[in-house]
T-cell receptor, first 115, second 112 residues
Framework: AQTVTQSQPEMSVQEAETVTLSCTYD???????LFWYKQPPSRQMILVIR??????QNATENRFSVNFQKAAKSFSLKISDSQLGDAAMYFC????????????FGTGTRLQVTL | SQTIHQWPATLVQPVGSPLSLECTVE??????LYWYRQAAGRGLQLLFY??????ISSEVPQNLSASRPQDRQFILSSKKLLLSDSGFYLC???????????FGAGTRLSVL
């Protein structure tokens, strides 16, 4: 079974600085998808960024980028120029290919952004 | 554009009472639909998913059931709630052939 591990329960970053959230996963599949979701206090899950395992190039979405290391099964999220609105729970998730395949989530990292 | 609606946003129910949470999707057809539960301080756990009307798959044995009476409607139910059913319930949808799931705003259920 696939598992997703986020070893940092909480992280803190100063406004305008850069922070990296860690995620590791375990799978025997060679093709799969990885995601970072953000859950603000409103608790709605918002997709931040996704990565296809077959792509070597790391995904980037504005201030958000990932460091995908397939051999190490590592998928970290880097947030540059942190803003107060980035404060939230961040969840790493894994999905294997296939119809209606489920998302397997990590336990989350709570990110605080300070002035 | 596609939107997903969940209601109610908050619900407080006594133990032993029935439950019905509803989720609807607009702007797409034949979506894959999902119910997740998030316990306090935890990640999300998939409860049910559906690939079409009347087609329900259960991931975790429990006190809950799901139904899909219409293409874009997904309902989570219980005949008798338990204290352990308390949590945050999220509905999600995904298009066939795509790998992204989009989430509703969630329902906070407290069973007292």
């Amino acid at each position: 079974a696939q598992t997703v591990t986020q070893s940092q329960p909480e992280m803190s970053v100063q406004e305008a600085e850069t922070v990296t959230l860690s995620c590791t996963y375990d799978t025997s599949e060679s093709d799969y998808y990885l995601f970072w979701y953000k859950q603000p206090p409103s608790r709605q899950m918002i997709l931040v960024i996704r990565q296809e395992a077959y792509k070597q190039q790391n995904a980037t979405e504005n201030r958000f980028s990932v460091n995908f290391q397939k051999a190490a099964k590592s998928f970290s999220l880097k947030i540059s120029d942190s803003q107060l609105g980035d404060a939230a729970m961040y969840f790493c998730a894994y999905r294997r290919p296939g119809t209606a395949s489920k998302l397997t989530f990590g336990t989350g990292t709570r990110l605080q952004v300070t002035l | 554009s596609q939107t997903i609606h969940q209601w109610p946003a908050t619900l407080v129910q006594p133990v032993g009472s029935p439950l019905s949470l509803e989720c609807t999707v607009e702007g797409t057809s034949n979506p894959n639909l999902y119910w997740y539960r998030q316990a306090a301080g935890r990640g999300l756990q998939l409860l049910f998913y559906s690939v079409g009307i009347g087609q329900i798959s259960s991931e975790v044995p429990q006190n809950l059931s799901a139904s899909r009476p219409q293409d874009r409607q997904f309902i989570l139910s219980s005949k008798k709630l338990l204290l352990s059913d308390s949590g945050f319930y999220l509905c999600a949808w995904g298009a066939e052939g795509q790998n992204i799931q989009y989430f509703g705003a969630g329902t906070r259920l407290s069973v007292l």
